[in-house]
């Protein structure tokens, strides 16, 4: 029975990365500071709103309402992603593994196809390309459908994740590119989302009332506004911590390559 | 009446990030009275107008990821004068209200005439909102540009 099965693993996978990412977080380190409890604190946001976008109450009004349904997207593909981004996943893991390991893993992390899609160009097709793909085209027929719906939320969690982190990410990233090029894809993506907010108020998807797509067009530009103003602030509290006088010789390799 | 100023003064200010990051927040702060104002508290504007161009959809979907950028640039820029003692009260209130008149006049004439973006109301003879619009853009514009020269007469403070 698919409609008990996929919430019971989504739950299961959640408990069990908030437990691995507290161990690691808590596991003593000699002659090290102590994990952020901050980042701890992210890390835990970031699944709950992951818990609360594919479980529970809102993700049953998906099924049946298309507010309910933007309001799912917007936290697992732009909160979530955000908070998980925030919580600096990968730091902890190359902290907490073993040498041999962390090095697998930031090989792992430097290959080719995850440079790619970490790049802010590529991220940004993947994540706003297929919100086009799903709302501006025949496919926003699947929707409906009860199983894709997980598999939905999972990808645009994963390339809000890529998105995002490409943006603003604070995990050792050898290849991070230059802020105006950063700047220049933000501008882009926010772009491209409220143009697609206002051309589904404006040509609703196949059979949805023409009332309830407007609702949800707004939701998804007004929400997505609220959203993306945090990660431009971010992305702009960055600059200014790189690019502060003193400290510009230091930072300019991390700003060009 | 004391003379004009000098063009070098003005020139300056005019390259000053001063007058540029107030530049961008003016323009944020018209896009931020016009969505509160005409969008949410009068509901004058539409959200989405059936007029509404291809072409008018893109450039109003640029622009509004512009000013969302300009708005949080803006301050930060400004924050960056400032720690780095280029920060001018005069060049930075020059910048403003310019930015703020050019993109009124902008979303008088290029998104609400040329490209039907939205009209500022609807079921109404629009000829005097329209003036009306453009006018407070002037205005504006008129009052960013004799900041400007001031600046550039008194360009301490």
């Known amino acids: ?257 | 009446m004391t003379s004009a100023a000098p063009r070098s003064e003005l020139i300056g200010v005019l390259r000053s990030k001063s007058f540029w990051s107030a530049f961008l927040i003016g323009i944020a702060l018209m896009a931020g009275v016009d969505e509160i104002v005409f969008h949410q508290l009068l509901g004058w504007h539409h959200f989405y107008d059936k007029a509404t161009s291809d072409v008018g959809l893109l450039s109003d979907g640029l622009l509004h990821a512009g000013e969302l950028v300009a708005l949080v640039a803006g301050f930060f820029l400004l924050a960056d004068a400032r720690r780095r003692g280029a920060f001018s009260t005069r060049a930075a209130w020059a910048g403003l209200f310019v930015g703020s008149g050019l993109f009124q006049l902008w979303d008088g004439i290029i998104d609400h005439k040329v490209l039907g973006v939205h009209q500022i109301r609807y079921d109404v003879e629009i000829r005097p909102y329209d003036l009306a619009w453009n006018a407070a853009g002037l205005a504006l514009l008129a009052v960013g540009a004799g900041l400007t020269v001031l600046a550039a007469r008194r360009p301490a403070g």
């Open chain 1, 1 to 257: 029975m698919p409609s008990l099965l996929l919430p019971l693993a989504l739950a299961a996978a959640l408990i069990l990365a908030a437990g691995v990412y507290l161990a690691a977080a808590a596991r003593p380190r000699t002659g090290r500071n102590l994990w952020p409890a901050h980042r701890s604190l992210l890390w835990l946001l970031g699944l709950a709103t992951i818990a609360a976008a594919g479980l529970g109450p809102l993700a049953d009004a998906a099924h049946e309402r298309f507010p309910a349904h933007v309001a799912a997207h917007l936290l697992a593909g732009m909160l979530a992603p955000l908070l998980i981004v925030l919580s600096a996943p990968g730091t902890l893991a190359l902290r907490t593994l073993d040498v041999s390991r962390a090095r697998r893993l930031s090989r792992l992390l430097n290959s080719g196809c995850l440079r790619f899609l970490t790049d802010p160009a590529p991220a940004a097709v993947l994540n706003i390309g297929s919100l086009w793909v799903l709302y501006a085209t025949p496919a926003s027929r699947v929707m409906q459908a009860d199983g894709l719906h997980y598999l939905l939320l999972g990808h645009f969690f994963v390339a809000g994740y890529l998105f995002t982190v490409s943006i603003i990410g604070i995990d050792p990233a050898p290849h991070r590119r230059s802020f105006q090029l950063r700047l220049a894809v933000l501008v882009l993506a926010i772009a491209a989302h409220s143009i697609l907010a206002k051309h589904i108020a404006g040509h609703p998807p196949a059979r949805m009332p023409a009332a309830a797509a407007e609702q949800g067009a707004m939701l998804m530009y007004y929400g997505g506004d609220l959203l993306e103003i945090i990660l431009v602030a971010l992305f702009c509290a960055q600059w200014y911590r790189a690019s502060r006088p003193a400290a510009a010789q230091l930072d300019r390799r991390a700003m060009t390559t």
